[in-house]
């Protein structure tokens, strides 16, 4: 073989070995973009289930913190009613003994009167009775007076 030959076959080698590097080149830096890209996309996808499981952590106390409201709301409710309950019991209690209280002034302001009105009546009657008798013995000392003036009269007649 020539000189010239060797040449170009070793040119062609060189060149073959050229490409052959810078497709091997090619290759692997597909690979480190693949493989950048792989690490990337793993990346930002455990950087969103993080950020999803804060979302639903926060959520999560979003809900309990809105129950815990509404279950402290519903319990004050509970206590107020029940305060209110109390309150108009005892308020019930309170109008209960007022107007017990009244029925018996009541009750006995018409004692009194009733009492007042008996021993009115029963001065009335000792009145007229004493003055039925009053009049009993007028008329009786009238009577005996007629008698004895009759009488004196008559004794006259037969003297």
């Known amino acids: 073989m020539s000189q010239h030959s060797l040449l170009d076959i070793n040119v062609l080698v060189r060149d073959v070995l050229h490409q052959t590097a810078q497709v091997e080149e090619r290759r692997t830096q ?52 029940e305060q209110d309950r109390i309150q108009a019991m005892a308020q019930a209690e309170r109008d209960r003994i007022e107007v017990a209280a009244r029925a018996e002034r009541d009750r006995q302001q018409a004692e009194r009167v009733a009492d007042r009105e008996r021993l009115q009546a029963l001065i009335a009657a000792d009145q007229q009775r004493l003055e039925i008798i009053v009049a009993s013995e007028r008329d009786r000392a009238a009577a005996a007076t007629a008698a004895a003036i009759a009488a004196a009269a008559a004794e006259d007649l037969w003297l």
């Open 30 to 81: 597909a690979e480190q973009d693949r493989l950048q890209a792989a690490a990337r996309a793993e990346q930002e996808r455990r950087q969103a289930e993080r950020e999803a499981e804060r979302e639903r952590l926060q959520a999560a106390r979003d809900i309990e913190e809105r129950r815990l409201h509404a279950e402290r709301e519903v319990e004050e409710r509970r206590i107020q009613a």
